[in-house]
């Protein structure tokens, strides 16, 4: 393991730790998670982090080069990522949700990393999926980065319904004025 693979894991050590300290200050929702879903969400998780330290393991799966410049490109995307996430999460504070879920006295966040994209949470999340595949290095951290990220294009579509409904009005004028996932760009 080289010193970018410790940065990316310690990055997402930071990420897990902050998730589940978060977890529970929340508002009610209105329509609860079911134990199910919950415990599907957390086995997505434990695949995707499965999945992009895989090559670690099993170096003959490589796809990318193991050069410096990829490495630390990679290292600084992930902690890039982790951060934008962890703060987007503060941002929103109570009104979080792992599901497409609406709480009660929901409110509309548009400041800090909110003011440059809708869904800041996830845009960090795909830097540190990212990043660390460029770290590692193997098919699987892109392919589970690829099938996450439309993954969360489908949940995006699902929010925006939502938010829509919530803040009629109000949040389409949002929409018009930020990009859904990528600075300047999308």
């Known amino acids: 393991m080289t010193i970018f693979t410790y940065i990316t894991f310690c990055c997402w050590i930071l990420f897990c730790i902050c998730w589940l300290l978060l977890r529970n200050r929340t508002k009610e929702n209105v329509q609860t998670r079911t134990p199910?879903?919950?415990f599907m969400g957390a086995l997505g998780y434990l695949i995707i982090f499965l999945a992009l330290y895989l090559p670690l393991f099993t170096q003959h799966y490589r796809l990318l080069p193991?050069?410096?410049?990829?490495?630390?490109?990679g290292a600084i995307l992930c902690m890039v990522g982790v951060a934008t996430a962890i703060w987007s999460r503060v941002l929103l504070g109570t009104n979080?949700?792992?599901?497409?879920?609406a709480k009660?006295?929901?409110?509309?966040?548009?400041?800090?990393?909110?003011?440059?994209?809708?869904h800041?949470?996830?845009?960090?999340?795909?830097?540190a999926m990212t990043g660390t595949s460029l770290v590692t290095g193997g098919w699987s951290g892109v392919i589970i980065?690829?099938?996450?990220?439309?993954?969360?294009c489908l949940k995006i579509a699902q929010e925006e319904i939502l938010l829509n409904e919530l803040f009629?009005?109000?949040y389409a004028v949002y929409q018009q004025h930020t990009r859904k996932l990528i600075p300047f760009i999308w």
């Open 36 to 38: 199910g879903q919950r």
């Open 66 to 73: 193991n050069h410096l410049y990829l490495q630390t490109a």
């Open 96 to 101: 979080w949700s792992g599901g497409v879920h």
């Open 104 to 118: 009660k006295d929901h409110e509309l966040i548009v400041r800090g990393p909110y003011r440059l994209v809708r």
């Open 120 to 127: 800041p949470i996830y845009t960090g999340f795909i830097f």
């Open 145 to 152: 980065s690829l099938v996450y990220a439309l993954g969360l």
């Open 168 to 170: 009629p009005g109000t």
